[in-house]
Nanobody, 125 residues
């Protein structure tokens, strides 16, 4: 399993932008990857996922057009660019990875084999 470390979370104001990073510990250790989030008192929910090739991405409806996921395998990194942030985006954001044999993006958390410790994003005026 890949070891994943997220970073970039902090407190911002509504309308601000933020970029989250996730670094995998070993080269070629991940298949498709994704971002999930969990707000206080709520279950973890899907945010975005990207294919192993980077050629296909999927988003939850709530972030479409505002968030963008990308990956740079040369740096073992997956990014989440978040724009026009809203208070309801406040959550702990988790990076998750599928096993290398699974290349397609997915919204199902049970399809992911590895996850990081999370990074807190707070959107408040």
């Amino acid at each position: 399993q890949a070891q994943l470390v997220e970073s970039g979370g902090r407190m911002v104001k509504p309308g601000d932008s933020l970029r989250l990073s996730c670094v995998a510990s070993r080269t070629f250790s991940t298949g498709a990857m994704g971002w999930f989030r969990q707000a206080p008192g709520k279950e973890r929910e899907f945010v975005a996922s990207i294919a192993k090739s980077g050629g296909r991405v999927v988003y939850t409806h709530a972030v479409e057009g505002r968030f963008f996921i990308s990956r740079d395998d040369a740096k073992n990194t997956v990014l989440l660019e978040m724009n026009r942030l809203r208070p309801e985006d406040t959550a702990v954001y988790y990076c998750e990875a599928r096993d290398p044999s699974f290349s397609e993006p997915t919204y199902d958390p049970t399809d992911f084999a590895s996850w990081g410790q999370g990074t807190q994003v707070t959107v408040s005026s």
